[in-house]
Structure formats: C-alpha cells, structure tokens
Nanobody, 119 residues
Framework: VQVVESGGGLVQPGGSLRLSCAASGSIFNVVGMGWYRRTPGEHRELVASTTRGANSNYGDSVKGRFTISRLNANNTVYLQMNTLEPEDTAVYYC??????????????WGQGTQVTVSS
C-alpha cells in the first residue's frame, strides 16, 4: 500500500495551506487515515485523524485551526490548515490503516511533506 502526500510549502504566519493524502495499491478497505508531524529533535505527534465512520481527532495545538476532511471513496483525505503559526513548521506525514484483500492489516506511511511557516 502506497501513501502519497502533497501540498506542503512555505507560507507566512497567519496564512493557510491544504495538504492532500492518497492511499493506493492492494487495498480492501481503509479504516482510518491521519496526519502527524515531526520537528527536528521531537517525537512524531498527532495533528488530526479520521475514520471511515467520520470520527475525527485533533492534537491540542491545532484544534480550531486545522480541519481534516472525511475519508472519501478514493481513499483520500485533506488537511486544511488555517491561521498557521511558526510553531507549525514541521514535516507532515500521512498514515493509512486498513486491510488488504487477503484481510491482512496494513499500516502505511507516506514520505512526508515539509511545511514551513515563516515571514
């Protein structure tokens, strides 16, 4: 299963970005997808996640500013990031979890996309 992110870049403080993530390959069912981020020297932390049942969860530092879309039929999710702050600068990783056609579970990560918030 492949996970591909896109949409990162450089933005000024207070600006917005939208990240995209798509899972593809040998998939029977994706049960959840999420965004995580990591800054140099820090652990990877949850940004936002969602399930096929549309249950969403957000990290405390992004609540009210970021929104994760519903998981659509193309196994794609979007992360809308508003009112960005320099502290949001990180590599953002997408994760997809689910089952392959033989009912084997998968837990796959993308390569990451850099988000830099700076004036």
């Amino acid at each position: 299963v492949q996970v591909v992110e896109s949409g990162g870049g450089l933005v000024q403080p207070g600006g917005s970005l939208r990240l995209s993530c798509a899972a593809s390959g040998s998939i029977f069912n994706v049960v959840g997808m999420g965004w995580y981020r990591r800054t140099p020297g820090e652990h990877r932390e949850l940004v936002a996640s969602t399930t096929r049942g549309a249950n969403s969860n957000y990290g405390d530092s992004v609540k009210g500013r970021f929104t994760i879309s519903r998981l659509n039929a193309n196994n794609t999710v979007y992360l809308q990031m508003n009112t960005l702050e320099p502290e949001d600068t990180a590599v953002y990783y997408c994760n997809a979890r689910g089952y392959e056609p033989d009912r084997k579970m998968f837990d796959s990560w993308g390569q990451g996309t850099q988000v830099t918030v700076s004036s």
